[in-house]
């Protein structure tokens, strides 16, 4: 591209992240706060945010799996899910909530 005085200016455009991955990236930032603010839970949480994976003690608890543009679901470690006595089932309600009702 020119300058008003002539000199071309060369810039790089990186493609944008597809649909999947940044629906992802957002549904697994919302479950990892909403995790957080369970009563009694005191561990920090991080994101894999390539993979939607949230992490306890540097270890994979759960991964955020799209289906289609309505539809996502949970992925879990149940072996660290047990070992941390988180019940699956309120984590697959707050999530169902979070994604609108449409997760399976």
Known sequence: M???NGTIHKFYVVPDK???QVRREVL??????????????SKPLFIRKSSGT???DRRALVSVTII???????VWSH??????????AQIETLFQSIVGGSSP
């Open 28 to 41: 697994a930032k919302k479950l990892k706060v909403a995790i957080g603010e369970l009563e009694g839970w």
């Open 2 to 4: 020119a300058d008003p």
């Open 79 to 88: 072996a660290h899910r047990i070992h941390l006595g988180i019940d699956q």
């Open 54 to 56: 949230i992490l306890v």
């Open 68 to 74: 289609d543009e309505n539809k996502a679901s949970l």
């Open 18 to 20: 597809n649909t999947a």
